[in-house]
T-cell receptor, first 112, second 115 residues
Framework: TQLLEQSPQFLSIQEGENLTVYCNSS?????LQWYRQEPGEGPVLLVT?????EVKKLKRLTFQFGDARKDSSLHITAAQPGDTGLYLC????????????FGKGTRLSVIA | GAGVSQTPSNKVTEKGKYVELRCDPI?????LYWYRQSLGQGPEFLIY????????DSGLPNDRFFAVRPEGSVSTLKIQRTERGDSAVYLC?????????????FGEGSWLTVV
């Protein structure tokens, strides 16, 4: 059973388009993190959302944490080829020593 | 170095052989994690060290997998009697303290191929 479900699994869009990817769970998390991973590299943290309903912006990326802290979304405005990569969400169950649980990721391809 | 360092970056081994993968975390980071990432999947938790001790090893798939961190810095993931299903990227990560509230930094991974 996958604790965190990410959708879509694959997304291919043209440069300049907007997109939203989703991270859903039936579990409550103390925080959710979004990572971006490029081929041959480890995941790199983009943002951490902590409070239910929280919205964080990172340039053209907007992250939202659901009110119930069970889901999150990542919206990219005017996508660029440099946004291409695997976007992973990871949940922190907040028990101190509990490791992060990752979703399977959304593989984004932005075509020039 | 400034980041998490993993060696080897690539390893090809025959089925049944023994493999060691090394992780050198960011200096001063007390928490160290091992994850495994198969093609098309997200990272899957294996084991977490706080200092020298394994705080959580619930993700190790079976007794062929073992990890140590004897001095609280470098860690080695050991896989005995490798099987083709062990082929994956093995990611190491470290943080200043427990995952909650601390940023986790990943290495580039060790790509293991069992033939």
């Amino acid at each position: 059973t996958q604790l965190l479900e990410q959708s879509p699994q694959f997304l291919s869009i043209q440069e300049g388009e907007n997109l939203t990817v989703y991270c859903n769970s039936s579990s409550v998390f103390s925080s959710l993190q979004w990572y971006r991973q490029e081929p041959g590299e480890g995941p790199v943290l983009l943002v951490t959302v902590v409070t239910g309903g929280e919205v964080k912006k990172l340039k053209r990326l907007t992250f939202q944490f659901g009110d119930a802290r069970k889901d999150s979304s990542l919206h990219i405005t005017a996508a660029q080829p440099g946004d291409t990569g695997l976007y992973l969400c990871a949940g922190d169950r907040g028990s101190g020593n509990t490791p992060l649980v990752f979703g399977k990721g959304t593989r984004l391809s932005v075509i020039a | 170095g400034a980041g998490v360092s993993q060696t080897p970056s690539n390893k090809v081994t025959e089925k049944g052989k023994y493999v060691e993968l090394r992780c050198d975390p960011i200096s001063g980071h007390t928490a160290l994690y091992w994850y495994r990432q198969s093609l098309g999947q997200g990272p899957e938790f294996l084991i977490y060290f706080q200092g020298t001790g394994a705080a959580d090893d619930s993700g190790l798939p079976n007794d062929r997998f073992f990890a140590v961190r004897p001095e609280g810095s470098v860690s080695t993931l050991k896989i005995q009697r490798t099987e083709r299903g062990d082929s994956a990227v093995y990611l190491c990560a470290s943080s200043e303290g427990p995952a909650s509230g601390n940023t986790i930094y990943f290495g580039e991974g060790s790509w293991l191929t069992v033939v």
